[in-house]
């Protein structure tokens, strides 16, 4: 690859494609002021002994208290703490204004709830060009089980573990040759789905038919909805509530229906609401067993990614979640 002249741009983009960690560097000035600033440019040097590195722009307004201090404190961020980034990556505010700090072996500020956390002492700094590389010795360090931010291609990201190669889901055989892969995203969603409702079968007291669960289910969150709300919220799943589906929950005692202005509503009665409880808690454990498997940052990727999945695919479903104000009429 070459270039007529070096696009500085082009160069940023390129750069960014490299994902980092996100940090904040911390440092007291002589006269006590806390002071601290974003960075990516975080990165190890030694084990033995244990160095890490770190750049600032050499027009950088706190470059002149971290040139005349000895300690400094590096934190690596956690998802949790993207808006504190952003407040330590602006100018022109009192960045620690209501931080409460942690107690550290330096003078240097000490933030809480981070990933991972090193107090350093300044070795040598080093001339990087239109920045000035710090070098340090870790004299302490400690770490979470908090996921950590990322930063890719000008955007905060998450991460997620990718296992080391990636093993067939069933074992025999070699599948035949078609289009109709296990890498497909339909089939992993569905397989994981069902499989998930699978578990908690096996934790049900009382057995109905899932779509049964899924009316009760609507009603705990929204109440008081008739067939045709219902299936707002439920026909998207190809198999709509029927009568039948409402009658056999009126007899069974977990529902109620009430007639106003010609209208038929149904409510959620003290039965049906414990039953609908009951199976949230078992649906919850099923759940916390299985996120436990992946790990606090996996997990988060995931609900991302299928947040996003849902958004990309709504085909104009009612929010279940909004508040009643914000729906329309669907009578």
């Known amino acids: 690859m070459s270039q007529s002249s070096f696009d500085t741009r082009a160069f940023r983009s390129a750069l960014g494609t490299f994902t980092t960690g996100v940090t904040i560097i911390t440092a007291q000035a002589e006269d006590g002021t806390p002071v601290g600033i974003t960075a990516n440019s975080f990165n190890s040097v030694s084990m033995d002994p244990p160095l890490v590195l770190w750049s600032l722009a050499k027009n950088a307004q706190s470059l002149p208290v971290f040139n005349s201090t000895d300690h400094w404190n590096v934190h690596v ?69 908090l996921p950590p931010l990322v930063f890719q291609s000008g955007q905060y990201a998450f991460t997620a573990r990718k296992p080391r190669e990636t093993p067939r889901l069933t074992t025999g055989t070699p599948a035949p040759e078609c289009g109709y892969t296990e890498d497909l995203v339909g089939y992993l969603l569905g397989r994981a789905h069902f499989q998930m409702l699978y578990q908690l079968r096996q934790q049900q007291s009382k057995t109905f038919k899932d779509k049964l669960f899924y009316i009760l289910s609507v009603l705990i969150v929204r109440d008081n909805q008739t067939l045709q709300e219902l299936n707002g919220y439920i026909g998207y799943t190809g198999d709509p509530v029927t009568q ?29 609401r414990d039953i609908s409880l009951h199976q949230i808690a078992a649906a919850k454990a099923v759940e916390e067993d299985l996120l436990a498997k992946l790990g606090p940052g996996d997990t988060l990727a995931l609900k991302l990614l299928l947040k996003r999945l849902i958004n990309d695919s709504d085909p104009g479903l009612p929010d279940l979640w909004s508040t009643p104000e914000t729906i329309g009429d669907t009578q």
């Open 77 to 145: 961020l956690s998802t949790e703490q993207e808006a504190l980034s952003g407040r330590f990556a602006s100018r022109g505010e009192d960045k620690f204004a209501e931080i409460v700090l942690d107690e550290g072996i330096t003078p240097a500020p000490l933030l809480h709830d981070c990933t991972a956390r090193f107090q350093c002492r300044t070795v040598f700094t080093h001339d990087g060009g239109d920045h000035l590389i710090f070098i340090g010795e870790v004299l302490a360090f400690d770490q979470s089980e």
């Open 244 to 272: 039948e589906d409402l009658d056999t929950l009126e007899t069974e005692g977990c529902i109620v229906a009430e007639v106003e202005g010609g209208i038929t509503r149904y409510r959620l009665t003290g039965e049906g």
